[in-house]
């Protein structure tokens, strides 16, 4: 029998980050600032994988200074709307900036802690390899929740969780599994290209499928809503949902499943064998859901709660964020009751609080029980700015007219006067309009924002100046490039 040999590195890490989402990728940041030896592991085939997995285009649900690390701007076309594309070019930058190590398609089997030297376990592409390491943080908390199908032979419906591209349901007919904004989501992307759905609920409406426009998307495509159904049985050619007693036969040439997130029990496994979590906290997490989630089956059962009160019944992990305890440190959704509003920001506070926690620049007393209400009061206050990176970056002035793979021409030379009239609008759209000019002018790509600021000094302030950099990034008419010796 051939079997794949284990590879295990002698070199020991200061730090192994689990997970390479907007949390993982924040640790690390924070790592390497600290100059820390530290590496990530990702078991999806690229960093930001769950973000990868969203439709194409994806206009998302938080601005965009809620994915930015550390005050980094987060350039994009609209500060507000920011898209799927623009926050994977934000961390592709990121990664490249600052010289980010991550070691994608490596999934974690398992964990030793001996002499006080974490043993990782992970299983690769080439087999089984064994990463080592002082520091563990786990910052991946969650995956997708699976639906088992007795699928009989022959069967034509294809099913699937992932989707990205309209392309991949063309001419089919598609039904999608799923309430939540996901499973929406990927509804709406369906039908905006004249697609028809059939949507399945486990449960009731939710507030998105009340939204008018929504409504008038599923009328004008000949979509449709089924609600609370009980039974999903895949036939050759259809599938037949049962829904309060009765059964719908649909013609389905594509099932795509998206009923939400589970905490991983491998994670859960992991923790309860290092001895960082107890029982009774592991079996909170275990059923935990989201505060999205409670909300909603609150508002059906006519008890609505407040955010504050999910925060103080959420289960408090504060001795395990704040101890360190066999040098497992822990970060992101677990911790913090989030929302599809600011979840994100908050997953990133917490790797950078975390870190700063290990290199003992944090004390722990500042940090209050129960963890997930401090969070949710004090997360907007406890976001701070790096002003050292920030100041060392380069703006530029964009030289295209969209950030896909294009041949970077001047505005003046290849779109002509009516790019040049463009440009201007947008300059008059923002704030302090002179000083505006002055930035562009000086953007060009040579000198930092620390420079741009020193050059300005007696006219401007240098809060109106970042502020209005930050107008001008959120405009799409800069972007930045990273310190001259990053590299």
Known sequence: MNRRKRATQTHVYDTVVV?????????????????????????????????????????LSSPAD??????IPLDC??????????????????????NLRILSAHRLVDVRYVRKIHAISCQTQNGLMTLRCRNLLFTSWFERKKLKFSIPRGSLVRITDRFSNAIQAAGKTVVIVGGGLSATEIATYLMMSGQSVTILLRSQQRSHHLNPDFIKLLNATHSRLILEVRKIEILRASIRATSA????????????????????????????????????????????????????????????????AIANKWPDLFEAFTSGKKNVWIAGGILHIGSSAAGVMVSILTALISVDIMMNKVAPGKIARPLPLFLYENYKKLMKFDQQDVGDLRPLLVKSVTRSLVPLTGLETTFGVESALAT?????ATRAH?????????????NTIAEVVTKLKGKFTSDQIVIEFYQLFYSDILTWLPANNRR
């Open 77 to 98: 076309r609209n500060g507000e709307t920011p898209t799927r594309e623009d926050v994977l070019f934000y961390y592709s930058r990121i990664i490249n900036s600052f």
């Open 434 to 446: 002179t000083l505006a000019e002055h930035l562009i002018e000086l953007s060009t790509g040579s």
């Open 19 to 59: 997970g390479a989402g907007p949390t993982g990728i924040a640790a690390l940041y924070r790592l390497a600032k600290y100059g820390v030896d530290a590496i990530c592991i990702e078991q999806g085939d690229s960093p930001l994988a769950s973000i990868v997995d969203y439709p194409e285009g994806l206009v």
């Open 245 to 308: 007693g009765e059964e719908h036969e649909i013609k389905c040439d594509l099932l795509i499943v998206r009923i939400g997130q589970t905490v991983s029990p491998l994670i859960l496994k992991t923790l309860k064998k290092l001895t960082i979590l107890n029982g009774e906290k592991l079996r909170a997490l275990a059923s935990l859901s989201t505060a999205d989630n409670i909300q909603h089956h609150s508002r059906l059962a006519k008890t609505d709660v407040s955010a504050e």
């Open 66 to 71: 809620h994915y930015q690390l550390a005050g």
């Open 424 to 428: 201007q609008k947008k300059i008059k």
